[in-house]
């Protein structure tokens, strides 16, 4: 029996990358996990992965993986999973809110004028895709008065990087799971926000082997790059943590909150911190 059995999770944008990692440590704590993407086909996307994959994995790891396509763009869609979630388990306790629209420009280092206004999709799926699925999630968990939201952010919060419309994102997705807190807090729901820094995803790689270069940049410096579990381990350790409610509303490191849990990742290795490098979160617990 894993520390999460029993309990349902929702994670978005996990056909692969950040999110995958995230699916499979919580399927591995015993969550039944409900796996979004768009991606149901192989082929259908550059990079390896589809929701089906993912789901198969989070089965062999202990827990048990549910497969569903959407497109978090599209509010029916969105609709529908947590419909079906609620007719399926009756609950909800875990949102992880991954699902991003990055496109393939995003680091190139050209000016915004000089990249397309279709990038504002990272609006889009990034910042309103967070609200919509939180949406639905509140009101599967509040009659319940427990559960735990959380959003995948990161040092650009606070620190250029790469373009203006990555930044704006980011730094909507901390202030809005802080004032999420504050409205949840009378259910006894908690909402944070996760900076990640270099992860080790599909794309990640692939464009670090191509772009030598950027292994000397502080952000893409493969000696503080973490798998795509790690944040996922940090998010089992939030939701069994009984005074998880303490920590409502702030924007974490998530290599800081991992060493306060005593997590490590895959391979035992300890994530560095880079608030000093990158800079600090302006939210603190309500």
């Known amino acids: 029996m894993g520390v999460l059995s029993g309990k349902v999770a929702v994670v978005t944008g996990a056909s692969r990358g950040i999110g995958k990692g995230i699916a499979l440590a919580l399927a591995e ?17 550059p990079l390896p992965g589809t929701v089906g994959e993912t789901a198969l994995e989070c089965d062999r790891r202990g827990g048990k993986g549910v497969a569903v ?27 992880v809110n991954n699902a991003f629209a990055l496109p393939e420009d995003l680091t190139e280092p050209k000016p915004f004028w000089e990249k397309p206004l279709s990038n504002w999709e990272m ?56 004032d999420m807190a504050i409205e949840l807090k009378p259910f006894d729901i908690a909402s944070v926000s996760l900076w990640q820094g270099l992860t ?33 381990r940090v998010i089992v350790a939030l939701a069994s943590d009984p005074k998880v409610m303490s920590r409502s509303g702030a924007t974490y490191i998530t290599a800081e909150l991992a060493q306060d849990y005593g997590v490590t990742d ?7 911190s880079l608030r000093e490098q990158r800079g600090s979160p302006i939210w603190q617990a309500i």
């Open 69 to 95: 396509q959407v497109d978090h763009a599209n509010d029916d869609q969105v609709a529908a999973l947590f419909a079906q979630v609620e007719r399926e388990q009756g609950r909800l306790d875990i949102l």
């Open 200 to 232: 080790f995803t599909e794309r990640a790689e692939r464009n670090i082997a191509a772009n030598p270069a950027m292994k000397q940049s502080v952000v893409t410096n493969p000696l503080v790059g973490c798998s795509p579990e790690f944040p996922g």
């Open 123 to 178: 609006v889009d799926v990034g910042v309103r895709s967070n609200y919509v699925a939180a949406w639905h999630a509140a009101k599967i968990m509040t009659p319940r008065k427990s559960g735990l939201i959380v959003a995948i952010s990161g040092y650009v919060g606070v620190t250029y990087t790469y373009g203006v419309v990555f930044g704006t994102c980011k730094s909507a997705v901390d202030r809005m799971a802080r």
């Open 29 to 45: 704590a015993g969550a039944t996990v409900y796996v979004t993407g768009r991606t149901v086909n192989a082929g259908e996307h």
């Open 266 to 272: 895959i391979d035992g290795k300890v994530i560095p």
